[in-house]
């Protein structure tokens, strides 16, 4: 496992990275904040993450109110701040003053529904970072079965 600032770590024995640490990197505030923790983290390698998907979800009231599932968007956005989170961590030096900001999407597919209750793991996993410009390839689980993938890019600014 690799090491986190300590002013960034959790009191919570489930994460290395709560959420107080997460405000304290992302600029996304409720109801745009889909990372609730951090579970692992590898500097420079992989970052694992949580997004516990409750009813009380605003996007559930219209999507659907008889089966309320997870838009296929904001899966997307829950792996590019994990992936946000990796670059951050990892490269200390070059986000200094910067932050990641998404810079675009491959490769997304969905395979199964993300429902209220489930616990979604989000697994991203550095390919390339060069001239503050980062490939990550992403995975989202439920229960060790995938969902979703995609391959974010992003890039500093």
Same mark, same amino acid.
Request: aromatic share 10%; charged share 25%; glycine share 8%.
């Given at each position: 496992?690799?090491?986190? #600032?300590?002013?960034?770590?959790?009191?919570n024995?489930?994460?290395i990275l709560?959420?107080a640490?997460?405000?304290?990197? =992302? &600029?996304h505030?409720? &109801?745009? =904040?889909?990372?609730?923790?951090?579970?692992?983290f590898?500097?420079?390698? =992989?970052?694992?993450?949580?997004? #516990?998907?409750?009813?009380n979800? &605003?996007?559930?009231?219209?999507?659907?109110p008889?089966?309320?599932?997870?838009p296929?968007?904001?899966?997307?956005?829950?792996?590019?701040?994990?992936?946000?989170?990796?670059?951050?961590?990892?490269?200390?030096?070059?986000?200094?003053?910067?932050?990641?900001a998404?810079?675009g999407?491959?490769?997304?597919?969905?395979?199964?529904?993300?429902?209220?209750?489930?616990?979604?793991?989000?697994?991203?996993?550095?390919?390339?970072?060069?001239?503050?410009f980062?490939?990550?390839?992403?995975?989202?689980e439920?229960?060790g079965?995938?969902?979703?993938?995609?391959?974010?890019?992003?890039?500093?600014?």
């Open positions: 496992m690799g090491e986190i #600032n300590p002013y960034l770590t959790s009191d024995p489930k994460f709560d959420f640490g997460i405000l304290k990197i =992302l &600029p505030r409720y &109801p745009f =904040l889909f990372v609730d923790g951090i579970t692992a590898e500097k420079g390698k =992989l970052i694992v993450g949580q997004k #516990n998907v409750s009813f979800e &605003p996007f559930f009231a219209g999507h659907f008889q089966e309320p599932v997870m296929g968007v904001l899966q997307i956005e829950a792996l590019a701040q994990v992936s946000c989170l990796l670059i951050y961590l990892s490269f200390p030096e070059e986000t200094m003053g910067k932050r990641p998404f810079a999407v491959e490769e997304a597919r969905f395979r199964k529904p993300v429902r209220p209750g489930h616990i979604l793991t989000l697994r991203g996993d550095l390919d390339k970072f060069r001239r503050g980062a490939i990550v390839k992403t995975r989202a439920i229960d079965e995938l969902v979703a993938e995609a391959i974010i890019k992003a890039s500093l600014v």
